[in-house]
């Protein structure tokens, strides 16, 4: 297996209040398209799961109801103060069957003996997915499952109507996504990387959030996304335009969408599961 240098992870995960809320905005939008995948996928009652890229636990906790109390959740996050955030909101809730591993992906001591390991936005971010992917397999079960969601921004985001502003920050979203750091199509990749790992060719779905109205929380999400990157885009010379002010975004893309009547749908997430054959190990 190469070698894999997830410190080198740009990603923000958890480390701040700002970027703790975007995740648990960002599962508000998602989690109902997490849950039908590993519901597909034969996630289930009494099973042991690995979680890649756990962040703030938002997915644990969509696979802690899946597997009930007699099941185990075991999560790795690369990040400590996201594993901390983490763990202080299972302790709040009293969710007792999930462990967080603060650590890299390739370097954690992992058992021999789960049912299952999923992801969601994690593979993206990785510098050698494909290696990472290939060790986790090892410690999955013959006929287990293997379950992971990417987006993929080769779908843009989009609006129902003509919108200047958020065809602006669309137009901005679109050169951040030129820059180097994360996989922005990797969701369509995964096919290619699972048979890499020597696994079955994967089932594979396709979701996106999508909303209308005042009260819809994808105007929130896309003016939290925009407030994360604008750091690094400026370092790596691209700023926001004039018009952008991230302190009201989320308000003037819903007014923006309100009085249009516009829908806008958000990026796309790609899913793919399949199961380790008997033989494989």
Not at 98 to 103: S, T
């Given at each position: 297996m190469?070698?894999?240098?997830?410190?080198?992870?740009?990603?923000?995960?958890?480390?701040?209040?700002?970027q703790?809320?975007?995740?648990?905005t960002?599962?508000q939008?998602?989690?109902p398209?997490?849950?039908s995948?590993?519901?597909?996928a034969?996630?289930?009652?009494?099973?042991k799961?690995?979680?890649?890229?756990?962040?703030?636990?938002?997915?644990?906790?969509?696979?802690?109801?899946?597997?009930?109390p007699?099941?185990?959740i075991?999560?790795?996050?690369?990040k400590?103060?996201?594993?901390?955030?983490?763990?202080?909101?299972?302790?709040?809730?009293g969710?007792?069957n999930?462990?967080?591993?603060?650590?890299a992906i390739?370097?954690?001591?992992?058992?021999?003996?789960?049912?299952?390991v999923?992801?969601?936005?994690?593979?993206?971010w990785?510098?050698?997915?494909?290696?990472?992917?290939?060790r986790?397999?090892?410690?999955?079960?013959?006929?287990?499952v293997?379950?992971?969601?990417?987006?993929?921004?080769t779908?843009?985001?989009?609006?129902s109507a003509?919108?200047?502003?958020f065809?602006?920050?669309?137009?901005?979203?679109?050169?951040s996504?030129?820059?180097?750091?994360?996989?922005?199509?990797?969701?369509?990749?995964?096919?290619?990387?699972?048979?890499?790992?020597?696994?079955?060719?994967?089932?594979?779905?396709?979701?996106a959030?999508?909303?209308t109205?005042?009260?819809?929380?994808?105007?929130?999400?896309?003016?939290?996304?925009?407030?994360?990157l604008?750091?690094?885009?400026?370092?790596?010379?691209i700023?926001?335009p004039?018009?952008i002010?991230?302190?009201?975004?989320?308000?003037?893309?819903?007014?923006?969408?309100v009085?249009?009547?516009?829908?806008?749908?958000?990026?796309?997430?790609i899913?793919?599961?399949?199961?380790?054959?008997?033989?494989?190990?």
């Open positions: 190469s070698t894999i240098d997830t410190g080198q992870l740009t990603y923000p995960i958890g480390e701040t209040d700002a703790s809320r975007r995740l648990i960002q599962a939008l998602y989690n398209s997490t849950r995948f590993f519901q597909a034969g996630i289930g009652r009494g099973m799961v690995l979680e890649l890229g756990s962040g703030v636990g938002d997915v644990s906790l969509v696979l802690a109801d899946l597997v009930g007699s099941g185990r075991v999560g790795v996050e690369l400590a103060a996201a594993v901390e955030s983490a763990r202080a909101r299972m302790a709040v809730i969710c007792q999930i462990e967080y591993v603060a650590g390739e370097s954690v001591t992992l058992d021999q003996d789960f049912d299952a999923v992801g969601r936005f994690v593979l993206m990785l510098p050698d997915p494909s290696a990472v992917l290939e986790v397999v090892r410690h999955v079960k013959a006929g287990g293997v379950a992971f969601q990417d987006n993929d921004f779908f843009s985001i989009l609006a003509p919108l200047p502003l065809d602006t920050l669309n137009a901005w979203l679109k050169d996504q030129m820059q180097t750091g994360p996989d922005y199509h990797m969701g369509l990749k995964l096919p290619h990387l699972y048979q890499r790992a020597g696994l079955p060719a994967p089932q594979l779905t396709l979701d959030p999508l909303g109205g005042n009260d819809w929380t994808g105007y929130q999400y896309l003016a939290e996304t925009v407030e994360m604008e750091t690094p885009m400026r370092q790596r010379g700023a926001l004039a018009e002010n991230t302190s009201t975004l989320a308000e003037q893309i819903r007014k923006e969408a009085d249009n009547q516009a829908v806008i749908v958000l990026p796309t997430i899913g793919a599961w399949s199961r380790k054959a008997a033989e494989q190990v």
